[in-house]
């Protein structure tokens, strides 16, 4: 039941949100209008995309 536990730990929950936020500023700026926002929408995304995928694996450990 231990692992129960530290799945259900409020920190993965914390970590899941914070990714969902770094992934809406990715996708805001997309829509922002400076010269490599494309570039920079595209790494802020992949920043929140394995910052969620750590939080989804850390859950399944």
Do not use: P, Q, T, W
């Amino acid at each position: 039941m231990d692992s129960m536990k530290e799945a259900n730990s409020e920190r993965h929950y914390i970590l899941l949100v914070i990714a969902i936020v770094i992934g809406l500023v990715g996708v805001y700026l997309r829509f922002a209008d400076f010269r490599h926002a494309s570039a920079v929408a595209n790494i802020v995304l992949a920043i929140g995309a394995g910052v969620g995928l750590k939080a989804v694996f850390d859950i399944i450990k």
